[in-house]
């Protein structure tokens, strides 16, 4: 079982710069897939980002692709997501989620860490 924790989340201007970070324990091996999702008021939850712990290969939701940036450290078992240039439309509650390189559906979630941007 793999416990996450969301920490990072807050108030910013637009224009401004967060950092997220997720901790990871458990029991996470070197083939697992690491993501970041987020979720606006009355809207679907949606992909934001992933990484693999292995290889540290990424993938963006178009939304965010050169604003957001996410990244590892083995040695913390922690991934960040670094989020720059907000713009109020990325005001959300963000959610870590892990899974296996093997599976396509994430099988542990964070609590969440609310992301608000202001105009």
């Known amino acids: 079982q793999v416990q996450l924790v969301e920490s990072g989340g807050g108030l910013v201007q637009a224009g401004g710069s967060l950092r997220l970070s997720c901790a990871a324990s458990?029991?996470?091996?070197?083939?697992?897939?690491m993501g970041w999702f987020r979720q606006a008021p009355g809207k679907e939850r949606e992909f934001v980002a992933r990484?693999?712990?292995?290889?540290?290969?990424?993938y963006y939701a178009g939304s965010v692709e050169g604003r957001f940036t996410i990244s590892r450290d083995n040695a913390k078992n922690t991934v960040y997501l670094q989020m720059n240039s907000l713009k109020p439309e990325d005001t959300a509650v963000y959610y870590c989620?892990?899974?296996?390189?093997?599976?396509?559906?994430?099988?542990?979630w964070g609590q969440g860490t609310q992301v608000t941007v202001s105009s």
């Open positions: 990484i693999t712990w292995s290889t540290g290969s990424t």
């Open positions: 989620a892990g899974r296996t390189i093997w599976v396509t559906d994430y099988d542990a």
């Open positions: 458990g029991r996470t091996t070197s083939n697992y897939v």
